[in-house]
């Protein structure tokens, strides 16, 4: 008989075994962690439901973090998870996984969003609508480093070489003060609305030492710096970035093997390059690095829509935007582009 399963929003009571089912359940990720309800809610402002399934003795079998983004400009969604690449259902069996997809699917309706979205690594809902846009680049690794190294195709470890040549060093950073400047150059330059300081402070603040900012030095000064996520045996880079001088001196080349070096040395198994979309610059550069791309499982439900919106970069009727974005002021973009990519997700 299949045990009877309550579902719950998570309060404060709950995060300890919220997270403690989270690093158990092999479907959970990082961006399952509870953590992320704060960084929703006090770096975005969006409304949340952390959804758990629970047996009467309080035994969590499956999460579902939502959070709602309702943009006068993009729409009314209901997502899990906004700005993360992985989210949707983390479940140890399928009734568990069904109580909680029932009960976004009524909050969906209560709501009237346009749509409810889940980003699953493997399909959950076939029935659902589906996005080929992004995928995602994970490979295991090995425990001696310089077997990684030369497990990199010979061109792109060429500039990893060539950026430990021009005598590039990198150094964990205990803030995201120097991080900040150089990632936001790189957006900037990319026509990229930026996350704001506080964001990634507050990264820092919740998930503590799981939250870690390596900064590559060219002759003591900052080339290029990279946030990266801890996950039980998992690195995940995850925002990363610099200026010209990175560009020339092979830095990010040489920052993403430092990120592999370091992980591999404290003991990771596995490498997650995170998402990038089809036929982009970043989805050849991971490919290039010997990393296969998994189709990520991006589905929707519509609910007040009648289709889904094309609200990302690669959508034609942007492209004007992205290049006036790249002549304002670094100063002025960095003011009001939280402003903007908050109603994205």
């Not at 039980?232 to 880079?237: E, G, L, S, T």
């Not at 830095?251 to 089809?278: H, I, P, Q």
């Amino acid at each position: 008989m299949m045990p009877h399963y309550t579902v719950g929003l998570m309060g404060s009571q709950d995060r300890a075994r919220w997270d403690a089912f989270v690093l158990r359940c092999p479907d959970a990720t990082f961006f399952h962690r509870a953590g992320w309800q704060q960084i929703m809610e006090d770096s975005f402002g969006h409304a949340t439901w952390f959804m758990y399934a629970a047996t009467p003795q309080g035994d969590i079998h499956a999460v579902l973090p939502l959070a709602q983004i309702n943009s006068r400009w993009f729409g009314n969604t209901l997502c899990s998870l906004p700005f993360c690449v992985y989210g949707g259902i983390a479940a140890d069996n399928r009734a568990a996984a069904d109580a909680v997809d029932q009960a976004a699917q009524q909050l969906a309706t209560r709501l009237n969003v346009d749509h409810l979205e889940y980003r699953h690594r493997r399909p959950y809902h076939a029935d659902w609508l589906h996005r080929d846009t992004y995928a995602t680049f994970r490979k295991h690794l090995h425990a001696d480093a310089e077997h990684n190294l030369l497990a990199i195709p010979r061109k792109q470890r060429a500039m990893v070489r060539k950026g430990m040549a021009a005598g590039l060093s990198s150094v964990v950073e205990t803030d995201t003060r120097r991080f900040f400047d150089c990632y936001a150059r790189s957006m900037h330059h990319l026509g990229t609305p930026m996350f704001s300081r506080r964001h990634f402070q507050l990264l820092q603040q919740v998930f503590g030492d799981d939250c870690e900012v390596l900064c590559i030095e060219h002759a003591d000064r900052p080339v290029c710096a990279v946030l990266s996520f801890r996950f039980r045996d998992q690195i995940v880079p995850y925002y990363g970035g610099g200026g010209e001088p990175a560009r020339r001196l092979a830095g990010n080349d040489f920052m993403y093997w430092e990120v592999m070096r370091r992980a591999c040395a404290a003991g990771c198994t596995l490498f997650d390059f995170g998402r990038s979309k089809y036929g982009t610059g970043a989805f050849a550069f991971k490919k290039n690095w010997g990393f296969a791309p998994e189709p990520l499982h991006y589905d929707y439900q519509l609910h007040r829509a009648g289709q889904l919106k094309e609200v990302q970069p690669l959508n034609p009727r942007y492209q004007m935007l992205i290049k006036a974005w790249r002549l304002l002021p670094l100063s002025v973009a960095n003011l009001i582009g939280p402003h903007i990519v908050r109603q994205l997700g």
